[in-house]
């Protein structure tokens, strides 16, 4: 199993950033994908990195109607995007609730091309932010935003970290976090790269140590859809498909090569797998099912985006847990 290298940039937070960019232009608001910077960050050398994914030519064209459209009824570039939907707007709603709350740091835990501190300038300024992020991805992140918008925020801190080989607390400690603070901390898009040790030790530290009442939000699959897709990539024989779908399974299977999904949160245990880190749950949402498509997806004329309906078989869902 290959990993991609600390000095290298992540290929899948790029593919993330580019399914956050295509969301915002949606036009419908009711619906759209809040990140209205995403795109800003993307340009030829990053969109690059995609390959021939379609969404990086879906974004390399102008933002007009007819071709959005079109774009929407491909299913690699809707089915990615709205799943990127669903995840800014749950945590978006949370990081307001919890500034509200009297969270004074925000620790976005590989970071990528998250845009929070920039977006959320007004509502952070009370706050301190830290982006923690592995040397590569983090390199090109703090470039693009140099480019793209301009000097980062004076109460944010970039701090290099690799799950699998540092200690989250150590690394913190040198960018000044403050254990005694209550803190929202993001894990978006991160868990299910992670050896289970790892997850287990962040989590464990962050019941342990953070301030109670911290949050902490995080996406994951669970552990049967983990091993479905062990089996599928092992045992299925793709080639008797639609030439369609032959493609899009290549070309899925090329961007993840480097960073396979590895970890899953036991099935229907939410709850008991967090308490064993000394936190609560507090919500969940399956990414496919009835809730998340009624409340995120469903566009102000009924029509969802990308015409998926709910599937209320689980296997990716995100929540929401304290301290």
């Given at each position: ?303 969802v985006f990308g015409g998926i309906p709910a599937n209320e078989q689980q296997g990716y869902s995100i929540l929401e847990a304290a301290r």
């Amino acid at each position: 199993m290959t990993q991609p290298e600390p000095d290298r940039p992540s290929r899948t937070s790029v593919w993330v950033a580019a399914a956050r960019a295509f969301g915002a232009r949606e036009p419908d608001p009711a619906v759209r994908n809040p990140d209205w910077l995403a795109e800003r960050l993307l340009g030829p050398e990053e969109l690059g990195l995609l390959g021939d994914h379609p969404l990086a030519a879906a974004l390399a064209q102008p933002n007009e109607a007819s071709s959005y459209e079109e774009d929407c009824k491909n299913l690699e570039i809707a089915g990615l995007a709205r799943m990127l939907i669903i995840r800014t707007r749950f945590i978006d709603e949370r990081l307001e609730a919890a500034i509200a709350d009297g969270a004074t740091q925000v620790v976005i835990l590989g970071a990528g091309f998250d845009t929070r501190a920039y977006r959320f300038a007004e509502l952070l300024k009370g706050a301190r932010v830290f982006e923690v992020d592995r040397p590569g991805t983090q390199n090109l992140k703090i470039l693009r935003v140099r480019e793209a918008i301009g000097a980062p925020p004076a109460n944010l801190t970039f701090t290099p970290f690799d799950f699998r080989h540092e200690a989250l607390g150590e690394a913190l400690a040198r960018a000044g976090f403050k254990t005694g603070e209550k803190t929202f901390f993001i894990w978006e898009g991160v868990t299910m790269y992670l050896p289970a040790a790892a997850v287990h030790e962040t989590l464990r530290w962050i019941g342990s140590v953070a301030a109670p009442d911290s949050v902490v939000i995080f996406d994951y699959a669970i552990e049967s859809a983990i091993k479905f897709f062990a089996k599928f990539e092992s045992s299925v024989d793709i080639g008797t498909l639609p030439e369609a779908v032959k493609i899009a399974i290549e070309r899925f299977r090329r961007m993840i090569a480097a960073e396979p999904w590895i970890f899953g949160v036991p099935d229907d245990c939410e709850k008991e797998f967090l308490a064993e880190f000394a936190l609560h749950l507090r919500s969940t949402m399956s990414m496919t099912g009835s809730e998340a498509v009624a409340k995120y997806l469903t566009r102000a004329d009924g029509t969802v985006f990308g015409g998926i309906p709910a599937n209320e078989q689980q296997g990716y869902s995100i929540l929401e847990a304290a301290r």
